[in-house]
């Protein structure tokens, strides 16, 4: 039997807007910048697969990588929000505020000025140390939060918010006492995140990461449906409810964790769009992760857009454009939460 889920708006049609809205923004992407392109030459250059003139240097070479990196890791970051929104029965998680951003940017950090990964190629190193790290966050702020088998939303935060800054201290600590300058100028990208550093070479991975992540857990919809619509409920239908939230923590935090070791700890994306996303389709997993992944994607693609041209020629982190959006969400957020707790506790 499947939970009695409300939908609001048609699926196709969302995704439609949403696929439009993400290709208009990428032109954008391709256009804007310290050198300004009309977007019909963006799009000549695009069509032709034209090569040669410094045009198209500029958007093949450097905008191209960073919109695509930008969408992607905006989707995963999303799609991971909202499963973990699910996991967790709490619509205040998030990869960041939840720590495994955090988690991931110290494990990558070990591995680049430690030497955690010697021996080993930096592209696997890096990626799993991040992934090793965003588990570990995760499963912290779980075991902190859950008491007597039931999670706070107060509890959450606090476990949240406690193991990321535990976790981003030590990575700050590291990089200030690797003395180095290059080390100094990653403590920005690592804890504010940043698109800059896109090559194409770094994008098959994430993009992997993202595919699988997201085909697995739509696959795995109707368990996650039933996880949300409560968890006896869940053990009642056949649910074995430890085990499935087990294989999909560690899933996400896989997900979260090479997404993180492209772009640093972007915050706020995995809790504002799956929310939105819910406005539009609804709760059941089968329409909402798509519609979540295009959602993230067309998210931090803007996001990106605005933080290289607001305070251009400087260029602000990606990490603080999301912060003040998602800051005051999240204040709302929480305040909406303790009044729905107040009334039901």
Do not use: K
Request: glycine letters at 12%; a positive charge.
């Amino acid at each position: 039997m499947r939970p009695r889920l409300p939908a609001t708006l048609p699926l196709p049609a969302v995704l439609l807007l949403l696929a439009a809205a993400l290709a208009g923004s990428a032109v954008a992407g391709l256009a804007l910048g310290p050198v300004r392109m009309a977007p019909g030459e963006v799009l000549r250059i695009v069509v032709d697969g034209e090569r040669t003139g410094a045009y198209a240097a500029i958007v093949w070479d450097v905008r191209m990588p960073r919109v695509l990196l930008g969408a992607v890791v905006g989707a995963g970051l999303a799609v991971a929000g909202t499963v973990l929104q699910a996991l967790v029965r709490n619509q205040l998680a998030d990869p960041f505020l939840l720590g495994a951003s955090s988690g991931a940017s110290a494990g990558a950090v070990a591995v680049i000025v430690l030497g955690a990964g010697a021996g080993i190629a930096t592209s696997v190193a890096l990626p799993a140390a991040a992934f090793a790290g965003s588990t570990f966050a995760l499963v912290a702020v779980y075991a902190l939060a859950r008491r007597g088998g039931t999670m706070t939303t107060g509890r959450l935060i606090l476990a949240g918010v406690c193991v990321q800054y535990i976790l981003s201290a030590l990575t700050s600590l590291v990089l200030v006492m690797a003395a180095q300058a290059e080390h100094l100028r990653s403590i920005m990208f690592w804890t504010l995140g940043g698109l800059g550093g896109a090559r194409w070479s770094e994008l098959g991975l994430p993009a992997a990461a993202l595919a699988l992540g997201t085909g697995l857990l739509l696959a795995l919809a109707r368990p996650l449906d039933l996880l949300l619509a409560g968890e006896e409920g869940a053990h009642t239908l056949g649910l074995d409810t430890g085990r499935f939230r087990a294989a999909v923590f560690v899933l996400t935090s896989l997900v979260v964790g090479i997404l993180v070791a492209a772009s640093g700890a972007i915050g706020f994306v995995g809790l504002m769009v799956p929310h939105a996303a819910r406005m539009a389709v609804g709760s059941a997993h089968r329409r909402l992760l798509p519609v979540a992944a295009l959602g993230g994607a067309l998210f931090l693609t803007l996001a990106d857009l605005a933080a290289r041209t607001v305070a251009a020629p400087e260029e602000i982190p990606v990490g603080v454009v999301t912060a003040l959006a998602g800051g005051p969400f999240f204040l709302w957020l929480l305040r909406r939460s303790q009044r729905a707790e107040g009334l039901t506790g």
